[in-house]
């Protein structure tokens, strides 16, 4: 299995893992003659999807979730957020019950690297956004050792943090170009918007009601509404803002193309310290891998290949499948050829 640039797909390709469209499968898995899907996936906002070819037989791209839970997760979000829009009471139970089973799943899981490949449509980003950021978060909670009440208040926070967007105009949010400043300035009242929804509506504990009000707040003032400084911010708002900014420059968005993880990790360590918590930036890339499971790479010394696995605490240096016109030559262990680095991600 490997990752590909839809505008590289050709018939000779099958289609590793499906394709969501709202609440419906759009593309199954293993479906056949890929190339006529082009402009229909780039449309709605799929840049890269999983394949199966002859060069990827032996590379596995675990999730650390079921598809089912994510999918789950991102429906009931859906809901929410619409239940909200119509003055519907919110049925917090199903929200509940989905941080549960992503707490549950990620304990199980024996993956502590999360390989990331964005499969969401332009449409269900905010909804996908919220299943994403619980999920990079409860899996720094699992690293941090965190109790099992401590990881459900993040998990809860986590996956609830943008609920104040639902207040917000829809032609702000979806716009596809930058915002004003007096619209930008409206999407900033999102997390007093919503930690006043989630304390007059539900019984949501003050731990992740804080994580909704604080997660734009940053370690030097900059952020917003409350412009808090250093350890004035709650811990766990703390750490939501690193998955949420991961998660949002990972992404692909109407206005501009998601970032490489490489890139967006870069963007992160250049900002510890200023922005944002030192030690959650140092957890978390640790937990991401930099050149996700099935990446086509290109090498210092000129060649090309593909991401086959993960070498724990190197991300930067994980296995490859060398490649040479069109066949696979032999495996390297970037650990092993020190003198080697990935240049370019394809
Ligand atoms: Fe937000």
Not at 122 to 142: C, Q, R, W
Not at 166 to 182: A, S, Y
Request: net charge neutral; glycine share 4%.
């Amino acid at each position: 299995m490997r990752i590909i640039n839809v505008n590289d797909l050709n018939n000779d390709m099958i289609l590793a893992k499906p394709i969501y469209y709202k609440d419906y499968i759009l593309l199954n898995k293993n479906q056949k003659n890929l190339a006529k899907y082009k402009i229909r996936l780039l449309d709605l906002g799929i840049n890269y999807i999983c394949i199966y070819d002859e060069l990827s037989e032996d590379i596995e791209i675990d999730d650390i979730i079921s598809e089912q839970t994510r999918q789950k997760g991102i429906k009931t979000i859906r809901e929410t957020f619409n239940n909200i829009k119509i003055n519907k009471d919110i049925e917090t139970e199903n929200i509940k019950d989905v941080v549960n089973d992503i707490i549950d799943e990620i304990f199980y899981s024996k993956n502590t690297i999360i390989n990331m490949v964005k499969l969401e449509t332009y449409d269900s980003y905010t909804f996908s956004h919220s299943v994403n950021v619980a999920i990079l978060s409860l899996l720094m909670g699992k690293i941090m050792n965190l109790n099992k009440n401590d990881l459900y208040k993040l998990g809860l926070g986590a996956l609830l943090h943008d609920i104040g967007k639902v207040f917000i105009p829809e032609k702000i949010l979806k716009k596809n170009d930058e915002l004003t400043e007096e619209e930008y300035e409206v999407v900033k009242r999102h997390p007093i918007l919503g930690y006043n929804y989630t304390k007059e509506n539900t019984d949501i504990d003050a731990v992740s009601r804080a994580i909704v009000l604080h997660h734009h707040e940053r370690i030097d003032g900059s952020g917003y509404p409350e412009k808090q400084k250093g350890n004035e911010t709650h811990k766990f708002a703390k750490l939501v803002a690193v998955t949420d900014v991961f998660d949002a420059l990972t992404s692909n968005r109407i206005y501009r193309k998601q970032w490489p993880v490489h890139e967006a990790i870069e963007y992160l360590m250049a900002n510890a310290e200023c922005k944002f918590c030192y030690d959650y930036v140092a957890i978390f890339t640790r937990s991401i891998a930099v050149y996700p499971n099935g990446s086509m790479v290109v090498l210092s010394d000129g060649r090309k290949g593909i991401v086959r696995k993960q070498n724990v605490n190197f991300p930067t240096r994980p296995v490859i499948n060398i490649i040479k016109e069109n066949k696979r030559v032999e495996t390297i262990n970037l650990m092993d050829n020190i003198n080697i680095v990935i240049k370019e991600v394809l």
